[in-house]
């Protein structure tokens, strides 16, 4: 049983488009991330939703918004996509508790062209 | 703010060789803290993790000590094998649990 999961895996398109990758976890936690791990393998957190509640925002152009329709799940949706979002986008998820460690998805890698 | 300061990599060793990656931590209170590993083309996974001072976390024969005296929680192995060759991160969650701060990678490729 995978515990956490993000579609697609391979994410392939052209500037100007909007996508969304999806991400669900089946581990009961609260809270959910999204990561940015670049080409150099650099990872940056860019939200993090508890209970349905946004917690962490950074600095993240406003083309990215995230959804939490319910915990399980958190939702990517990236408008006008430009070259510079080409990266590995992780979900993961975490119960929010300091010796709690995050989970990860298996990432998707989005190619801008 | 909190932080991790990682060693730069990349590694480069032989087999069943010694492993030693570096790092320290900035923090408020008193941090958990963690090693990822991250195989190719894979998610992170949690490979060990210690909670308090003084506590060794260990997994696969891989070992790190949370050391509060001088903020440091290295990752040791004695004997490295090629299938250990991955990207191992160093990280902390801080007093609310909920915010993670990572080191930048380290690549450790381990040859034959």
């Known amino acids: 049983d995978t515990a956490v999961s993000q579609t697609p895996k391979y994410l392939v398109t052209q500037m100007g488009n909007d996508k969304s990758i999806k991400c669900e976890q089946n581990?009961?936690?609260?809270?959910m991330y999204w990561y940015k791990q670049d080409s150099k393998k650099f990872l940056k957190i860019m939200f993090s939703y508890n209970n349905k509640e946004l917690i962490i925002n950074e600095t993240v152009p406003n083309r990215f918004s995230p959804k939490s329709p319910d915990k399980a799940h958190l939702n990517l949706h990236i408008n006008s996509l430009e070259l510079g979002d080409s990266a590995v986008y992780f979900c993961a998820s975490s119960r929010g508790q300091g010796s709690s460690p995050l989970h990860f998805g298996n990432g998707t890698r989005l190619t801008v062209t | 703010g909190d932080s991790v300061t990682q060693m730069e990599g990349p590694v480069t060793l032989s087999e069943e060789a010694f492993l030693t990656i570096n790092c320290t931590y900035t923090?408020?209170?008193?941090?958990?803290l963690f090693w990822y590993v991250q195989y190719p083309g894979e998610g992170l996974q949690l490979l060990l993790k210690?909670?308090?001072?003084?506590d060794k976390g260990s997994n696969k024969g891989f070992e790190a000590t949370y050391r509060k005296e001088t903020t440091s929680f290295h990752l040791e192995k004695g004997s490295v094998q090629v299938s250990d060759s991955a990207v191992y991160f160093c990280a902390l969650s801080g007093i609310t649990g909920n915010q993670f701060y990572f080191g930048t990678g380290t690549s450790l490729t381990v040859i034959p």
């Open positions: 210690a909670t308090k001072a003084d």
């Open positions: 923090a408020t209170g008193y941090p958990s």
């Open positions: 581990l009961g936690h609260d809270t």
